[in-house]
């Protein structure tokens, strides 16, 4: 678990909270737009450039790839994974050989954005190397015949500090939360380096029109924001909570 904090929180003025009503489910976000899509669900779109379009759902919904895709491409659905024993105990896990597990709220979780995501027709699927991003994604893909691959590149980021207090991390990068790289870890940019080879490789490998699943971790999806236009600050500090995604178009 590597997030970042900021060094002073939004003001209420500028959060939006979104409910829905048949769920008790708050999920928070900085409003810049809202799209309402079938099934009661929400969708805060920013457009970065005149060919790429960023969404983040911010209430899980049930929805298709041509709601979310019309520009055509490679549509990527990016899943943080459930909670995991790490986020619970505010410590650091960035070695996938110690096991750490999703808890019963990250199950459920997990099992939740499976339900939501059910009529999403997923061509192929990307996991990192690390058990509680494998739990989710096997919660997500339960029932359906989609090749669950296994790729390093969209590990959680390497921070160095395995084990020890994620305050620790924060105190550290915050300063220059871009560019500060932790002995033995990296540095958000470098890490915007490895996930971009890893996007790189989609176009490639996968024909327009294809929907990729990627269940990975807060810092990586982040780091996908970065790549696809936003400011690489503001998304080394933004949040997206467990068992949330975002939405990316990927122009071949």
Not at 194 to 218: I, N, W, Y
Request: hydrophobic residues 40%; aromatic residues 6%; proline residues 6%.
């Amino acid at each position: 678990m590597l997030r970042l904090l900021r060094k002073k929180d939004k003001s209420h003025e500028d959060r939006l909270f979104i409910r829905r009503q048949s769920r008790d489910i708050v999920r928070l976000g900085v409003m810049t737009g809202i799209v309402a899509l079938p099934g009661g669900a929400f969708l805060l779109a920013a457009v970065e450039t005149g060919l790429r379009r960023f969404n983040r759902t911010l209430m899980p919904s049930a929805f298709t790839p041509e709601q979310m895709g019309e520009q055509g491409g490679i549509t990527l659905i990016a899943v943080r994974h459930g909670e995991s024993e790490a986020n619970v105990g505010g410590f650091i896990n960035d070695d996938p050989t110690r096991p750490i597990a999703l808890t019963d709220t990250g199950r459920e979780q997990a099992r939740q954005a499976g339900i939501a995501l059910q009529t999403v027709a997923f061509d192929v699927a990307y996991v990192s190397e690390f058990p509680r991003a494998q739990q989710t994604a096997r919660f997500i893909l339960a029932g359906r015949s989609c090749t669950l691959n296994v790729d390093p590149r969209i590990n959680e980021r390497i921070s160095g500090m395995d084990g020890r207090h994620v305050d620790e991390f924060n105190t550290l990068v915050l300063p220059d939360p871009v560019n500060t790289q932790p002995p033995q870890g990296e540095s958000f940019r470098q890490q915007m380096a490895r996930v971009g080879r890893f996007m790189d490789d989609l176009k490639q490998r996968h024909p327009h029109g294809s929907t990729v699943l990627v269940v990975s971790h807060e810092n990586p999806i982040m780091a996908m924001r970065a790549i696809m236009g936003a400011d690489p600050e503001t998304a080394a500090l933004d949040h997206l909570g467990n068992g949330e995604w975002i939405t990316l178009e990927l122009v071949l």
